[in-house]
């Protein structure tokens, strides 16, 4: 059992840490979710991976008219749907067909992003680890916080929190880049598009921008004569 003082990981790191294939994914993954290191990928594989085997031992079973194995499978069901993982009529197969990005999704730091409390990932998990985030009445600083269904609805600002007051310059640009967006008449947004992170895109903008130099005329000096 190991001593109780050192807990071993609740993770399985990679086989083989130097294939490129996979070292690529991660890096991939790590960048569109803002994660701080690749332990929180390997977690969530991890956790995917326990899902998907319990999945896999309970269709395995020949004779499922049996009661137990019923309410088992029922009650996976159900706990899978309180995390926000399936649907309401999803099935053992529909555990089999997650993915890692299902996993990462359900974090309190891509639900902040997701509802449009952040304008960026990296941003999102600044302000979670900075006290700004709540569930509830209850402050959050953990980024890797999973969010259940119940809780989705329950996620704003933190009382405490400057954000909380609506004329925050990081609100105001919020609020402003939601009445720029155009969305269809009939379109339902569900979660914001990732494409560019911010400063990229305030890079870009100050690129397309004129000079200074381009919008003020200089000023006429006069020519310099003998003193």
């Not at 998907?52 to 069901?77: F, P, S």
Request: charge should be negative; hydrophobic fraction near 35%.
């Amino acid at each position: 059992m190991g001593h109780p003082k050192f807990s071993r990981p609740k993770y399985d790191s990679p086989a083989h840490p130097w294939k490129a294939a996979r070292i690529e994914e991660e890096h991939a993954i790590q960048s569109n979710h803002g994660l701080k290191n690749m332990k929180e990928i390997w977690k969530a594989k991890s956790s995917l991976r326990r899902h998907r085997n319990q999945a896999m031992k309970l269709i395995g079973r020949v004779d499922m008219t049996a009661e137990h194995w019923q309410r088992e499978q029922q009650d996976m069901l159900n706990s899978m749907y309180r995390k926000g993982l399936i649907g309401n009529d999803a099935t053992l197969d529909d555990v089999l067909s997650l993915d890692i990005e299902d996993i990462l999704n359900r974090r309190l730091q891509a639900q902040v992003y997701y509802k449009g409390l952040a304008m960026s990932m990296k941003q999102a998990r600044q302000l979670v680890t900075h006290g700004h985030i709540s569930v509830g009445d209850q402050k959050v600083t953990i980024p890797s916080y999973p969010v259940s269904r119940v809780e989705e609805d329950e996620i704003r600002y933190s009382l405490g929190s400057a954000l909380h007051n609506g004329a925050h310059s990081i609100r105001q640009t919020i609020d402003g880049i939601r009445e720029s967006a155009e969305y269809g008449e009939d379109e339902e947004i569900t979660k914001p598009e990732v494409k560019k992170g911010d400063v990229e895109v305030i890079a870009e903008a100050a690129e397309a921008a004129p000079s200074a130099e381009d919008t003020i005329p200089a000023e006429e000096t006069p020519s310099g004569g003998e003193a």
